[in-house]
C-alpha cells in the first residue's frame, strides 16, 4: 500500500472552503488550484450583467427594426372565429363522411384510440395516397386553389411530418 502521510488541514480555508473535501491536504502535496469562479465570481457577474442588461436591450432592437410579430391566421380567427384560441376539424363548415371515416381507420395498422381519435399507422409506399384520399372532403376539396391540393413532402423539414395535407382545411378566397 501506499502511504502518502498522516492529514493535516490544509492553509487555504478561504480558498477551499471549510466543507471542501480538499480541506484535509497530506503534507509534501500542493492543494488544487481554485477555479476562477471561486477566485473572483467573474463567471457569475457576466452572466448576470447578459441576463440584465444585454438580453433586453437585444429583445429591444429586434422589436424596433422588425417590429411586433403579427400572425396572419389571427386576423382570420378573429374575424371568422370569434378570437377563439383553438380550432380543430369539427369547427370546419363540412365534414368528412362517416363512410370515408371508418374506411380511413379499418386501413391504418396497429391501431391505437386516444381522446375519442383513431391512431395508427400505414405503410409508406402508399401513404401519400392514403392521406389524399382520406383528407379529400367534398365541400371543403373544391375550394382548396388547385397548386394546394394534394399530399406534399417536406424535404428537410426539422419535425417528423414529412408529408402535408392542405385540402382538408377552410380556404377563404376573399382574403
Given amino acids: 500500500a501506499w502511504d502518502i502521510g498522516p492529514p493535516v488541514i490544509a492553509p487555504w480555508p478561504h480558498v477551499l472552503g471549510p466543507t471542501s473535501?480538499?480541506?484535509?491536504?497530506?503534507?509534501?502535496?500542493?492543494?488544487?488550484?481554485?477555479?476562477?469562479?471561486?477566485?473572483?465570481?467573474?463567471?457569475?457577474?457576466?452572466?448576470?450583467?447578459?441576463?440584465?442588461?444585454c438580453a433586453p436591450l437585444l429583445l429591444l432592437y429586434c422589436h424596433l427594426v422588425k417590429g411586433p410579430a403579427v400572425s396572419h391566421a389571427e386576423?382570420?380567427?378573429?374575424?371568422?372565429?370569434?378570437?377563439?384560441?383553438?380550432?380543430?376539424?369539427?369547427?370546419?363548415?363540412?365534414?368528412?363522411?362517416?363512410?370515408?371515416?371508418?374506411?380511413c381507420i379499418a386501413e391504418l395498422q396497429d391501431r391505437r384510440s386516444l381522446v375519442g381519435s383513431a391512431w395508427g399507422y400505414y405503410p409508406g409506399a402508399t401513404a401519400p395516397l392514403f392521406a389524399y384520399k382520406c383528407t379529400k372532403v367534398p365541400g371543403l376539396f373544391e375550394k382548396v386553389p388547385p397548386k394546394?391540393?394534394?399530399?406534399?413532402?417536406?424535404?428537410?423539414?426539422?419535425?417528423p411530418e414529412e408529408l402535408y395535407v392542405l385540402q382538408n382545411g377552410q380556404w377563404f378566397p376573399e382574403e
Fill in 21 to 53: 473535501p480538499y480541506a484535509f491536504i497530506p503534507l509534501g502535496h500542493a492543494p488544487p488550484k481554485p477555479s476562477c469562479c471561486a477566485r473572483c465570481k467573474q463567471c457569475l457577474c457576466a452572466a448576470v450583467y447578459a441576463l440584465v442588461v
Fill in 75 to 103: 386576423v382570420l380567427v378573429n374575424r371568422y372565429f370569434g378570437g377563439r384560441a383553438t380550432l380543430n376539424y369539427w369547427d370546419l363548415p363540412v365534414q368528412r363522411s362517416e363512410a370515408l371515416t371508418a374506411e
Fill in 148 to 159: 394546394l391540393r394534394g399530399v406534399f413532402w417536406m424535404q428537410g423539414n426539422a419535425v
